[in-house]
């Protein structure tokens, strides 16, 4: 008895070592294939530098939708479609412009860029004396006596102590997407906001500002400046409290317009019926081309599909890529995404977004029930050999959080993130500043997860 026993337990262990190995051999392919024939880099050169920024709304973001939809139906996917959806169109009209004035004629510029969804200045500008606040907290102390009037400066850095800087962004982004809105209740004629920046450099960093249900006669101008502009206003303030400060911004917010999810996927050999799906989102800020952001996610997600059909490999589940529109100012497209799978009653099971950068991948963070977890754990060591096996709980990304459900697995993506604030929404944020090997590194690490979601049915009690 004990002998069969004894055998069983070696059968098992010899099954268990050959599914291993399976799995070495087919992510060793994978990783092979992303770094011999990756189409990633391809596609977002032509992203970046044929079509650029992709503001939800403009030329560029619907050309970016013909370009993508037309590459994923060369891809021989099984089908391949457009989910339309309504959109927010903010422009920034011309260049914005600042200077500060030390005394009557004395006139230092400063680089300024209006925050996405801000207003504009009145066309003659803004110019006013400045309040410096590091917080939303110390602003309310200062109260209407104080701010009336004034021009508020949030100038709160980023922590450089913190290694992960998605949680230093995190840290500090309450002074730009919060700031006009508060300060306004205060009398505060416009706010300037020291850019999410760990460097100090030229460069001022966009995103978006919500006033909330503020009524639109109290919305006032919300611009960012550089961290260098940041640091010699501070300075300059310190010297001479009467600094006064000067912007002129020409933004507008116009009517919604109609737009698209790119959607393509392979059909599940034996359950179809559970989809996972993999994507990033197609629109971006404008200074820039968003190459990093989000170009990268997209052409990663997009090789996902690519690589799996061109190894052999037939998925069990659906494999779905989604290019959500409208992240950046509005997440309409992730939410629409998520709306229309529950009217349909579609099963997901999983899902893997790509949205920090086209940097070395490091690993990948979960959103999952304690045992889907442990599952995860268990495949680390096949990650290792890539050097992205760091694992952490935590996880997803804005564009799949509306479709989480019981049951269900979210995952990011989680590239080395130290020189992706010094791009993020800013005019730098350019194809020449991502690493082809670093973005087919990232491919090749996403192809495995989802590879490896499917065979061992990872998030099955999803629904
Ligand atoms: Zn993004």
Not at 17 to 28: G, K, S, V, Y
Not at 57 to 66: D, I, M
Not at 133 to 143: A, F, I
Not at 341 to 370: C, I, M, N, W, Y
Request: hydrophobic share 35%; proline share 4%.
């Amino acid at each position: 008895m004990k002998r069969i026993y004894m055998l069983l337990i070696s059968v098992f262990q010899v099954l268990n070592l050959t599914a291993q190995t399976n799995d070495q051999e087919q992510i060793r392919k994978f990783y092979d294939l992303a770094l011999t024939q990756g189409k990633a880099y391809d596609w977002l050169n032509y992203l970046s530098n044929q079509i650029g920024g992709r503001l939800s709304g403009s030329v560029q973001a619907e050309q970016a939708v013909t370009y993508t939809r037309a590459e994923m139906d060369a891809l021989g996917l099984d089908r391949v479609w457009l989910q339309p959806v309504m959109v927010p169109k903010w422009v920034r009209g011309t260049p914005e412009f600042a200077y500060l004035e030390s005394k009557p004629g004395y006139t230092s510029n400063i680089p300024i860029c209006a925050l996405g969804g801000s207003v504009a200045t009145p066309p003659g500008g803004v110019k006013a004396g400045v309040v410096e606040v590091q917080s939303l907290e110390e602003l309310e102390s200062l109260g209407r006596e104080k701010i009336n009037g004034k021009i508020v400066f949030f100038n709160r850095p980023m922590d450089p102590k913190l290694l992960n800087t998605f949680q230093a962004y995190g840290g500090a982004v309450d002074q730009r997407s919060s700031g006009a809105a508060r300060a306004a209740a205060y009398g505060a004629v416009g706010v300037i906001v020291r850019s999410m920046n760990l460097r100090l450099d030229d460069y001022p960093h966009t995103g978006s500002t919500n006033y909330g249900d503020l009524p639109d006669k109290d919305r006032i101008p919300a611009a960012a400046i550089s961290t260098n502009g940041a640091e010699f206003l501070s300075t300059t303030l310190k010297l001479n409290p009467e600094v006064q400060f000067y912007f002129k911004l020409n933004c507008k917010q116009l009517e919604d317009v109609q737009s698209y999810n790119v959607i393509g996927e392979i059909s599940g050999s034996s359950k179809p019926e559970e989809i996972m799906v993999v994507g990033g989102h197609l629109d971006s800020w404008d200074l820039g081309d968003g190459a990093h952001d989000d170009g990268a996610g997209c052409v990663q997600s997009m090789e996902v599909l690519r690589l799996l059909k061109k190894s052999g490999y037939k998925p069990k589940r659906t494999i779905r890529v989604v290019l959500f529109m409208n992240e950046e100012n509005g997440l309409r497209g992730g939410r629409k995404y998520a709306a229309e799978a529950d009217q349909k009653g579609e099963k997901h099971v999983f899902a893997l977004e790509s949205d920090a950068g086209g940097f070395t991948p490091r690993g990948f963070g979960f959103d999952s029930s304690d045992s889907d977890f442990e599952k995860i754990m268990g495949w680390k060591d096949l990650f290792e050999p890539y050097l992205s096996d760091h694992f952490t709980r935590g996880g997803g990304g804005a564009d799949i959080r509306p479709l989480k459900k019981e049951g269900m697995v979210l995952a990011g993506l989680r590239p080395d993130s130290q020189r992706y604030f010094a791009h993020h929404h800013a005019q730098n944020d350019t194809f020449e500043h991502v690493n082809r090997r670093e973005l087919e590194l990232g491919a090749a690490a996403m192809t495995s997860l989802l590879y490896l979601a499917d065979k061992y049915e990872l998030g099955s009690t999803g629904n």
